[in-house]
């Protein structure tokens, strides 16, 4: 027993660090309120086959990364590995896939066997944004510009957006006929992984990190000459109101992301703060997907953030906790009674009240008031109990007492006066 511990890959968030995650979910959630998304929750897990049918059979996430085993009933099951895929699911099968116009968000564990890295674990936390039933441009730029406000309100610097267009469907099997000609030629240029690609999922081959795949790409056919004209005249005027709301953009025509479900507008956020795992934020546009699972045909765009990475980066100000507004010392039997009480009440004004349980001397319990940098602290014992009274302190914020006051356990008029006026006023 003593050699239990956790799985490689995954790790325990302890209350010091949820400081800083319960910050930054904070601020996501208010953005995405603000923005008027609504919040959509699904499963863990999954038939395996949704994976298959939604990300591809021949991307490295199916092929290699999900988890997948077979439960008492002999039916193939995954731990999901991304929230796109089970949102389709969910508007599907509950309905709301027929002419639906929905913005939603999803927040959660998500499980890829992976070799574990700084901001990636093989369970990791990732926020995803999905429209789904809208096609216009204009939505492409809404979506990346919530997501650029949401990374620059936590704080996090030196951001880079790519973009890329891939097309519609005819557009991409044009290229891939072109391509895939190259591919044959220029074989033994390519690394051992892209070589694999080509007969699986050769567009990814354009993603390819490998420094020499990345030189002989340099010569391959481009996407993007064969775009038609309503997919050419479509990415003109997407980048045109980028540039309208000054959001500023690298073009990357090699953009492909990893997964089979991607039309039009494709994108990424990166950090230079990073390293060499940049991306902060990745997505792009899916039109085709909800029907190929068997919904309508459903024009969507979507993104997902990686929260762990987010935590790397976001601002120094989020590790700092909330100070503790009211703490209660409290000595005797019934001053501890009276004590619980008032601590039930004092929480109703939305206040982040602390009761001492340790039963400890005063001092003791003051020396943990003073740990906890209170802003007032409240006394109770033997004689505060007889009386039906108690003594309010307030603190300012070097920690010298500069108010004081008896408050009587039943006059909650006087009790709210000096919240209001002394812990709520800023």
Known sequence: MNNLKNLRGTVDLLPAQLIKWQNVEKILVEQLERASIKEIRTPILEMTELFIRGIGEGTDVVSKEMYTFLDRGERSCTLRPEGTASVARALIQNGISSNPLEKLWYMGPMFRYERPQAGRQRQFHQLGVEFIGYDSVRSDVEI?????????????KELNLEINTLGDENDRLNFQESFLRWLEKNKSSLDLDSQKRIAKNPLRILDSKDIQTKKALENAPRLFNFLSEKSQKRYIDFKKQLEFLKIPYLENFNLVRGLDYYTHTAF????GALGSQATVCGGGRYDNLIQQMGGRNTPAIGFAMGLERLILLAGKELDVPRNTDIYIINQGDVAESLAMNLSRKLRNYDLL???DLSGASFSKQ?????????KSIIIIGDDEATNRKFVIRLFDQSGNENKEEVISFEDDIVLEKWINNNLLAN
């Open 144 to 156: 990346i510009a919530l997501a650029w406000d949401m990374l620059g309100k936590l704080g996090i």
């Open 366 to 374: 003051f020396k943990k008031a003073n740990k906890r940098k209170s």
């Open 268 to 271: 990424e956020i990166t950090s």
């Open 353 to 355: 009240v602390e009761l």
